[in-house]
């Protein structure tokens, strides 16, 4: 199982990049997928989730302005990402649980200037 993010780099607060993570296999087969971030310093922490039925929850910090979505015809997974904030500069990372097991993609940096 393969996932690779892209999607990510330098954009000015206020402004809005699409991350993507496109898996090797099916999606539908994946329990759930995750977007996670690590900013320089800090731990990783979750992003987004959605569920293999759909369901979505998000950290606070980016409630109402990152969206999470999942298209499983083209087996990828989406991080809208609006209004941004310096604060939001990470190293982004997606992952997806397949047959019990956590994968993880390499990371796509988004940098965010203020």
């Known amino acids: 199982v393969q996932l690779q993010a892209s999607g990510g780099g330098l954009v000015q607060a206020g402004g809005s990049l699409r991350l993507s993570c496109a898996a090797s296999r099916s999606i539908f087969s994946f329990n759930g997928m995750i977007w996670h971030r690590q900013a320089p310093g800090a731990l990783r922490e979750m992003v987004a989730v959605?569920?293999?039925?759909?369901?979505?929850n998000y950290a606070d910090s980016v409630k109402g302005r990152f969206t999470i979505s999942r298209d499983d015809a083209s087996n990828s997974v989406y991080l809208q990402m609006n209004s941004l904030k310096p604060e939001d500069t990470a190293v982004y990372y997606c992952g997806g649980t397949y047959n019990g097991r956590l994968y993880w993609g390499q990371g796509t940096l988004v940098t965010v200037s203020s």
């Open positions: 959605v569920s293999s039925g759909g369901k979505t």
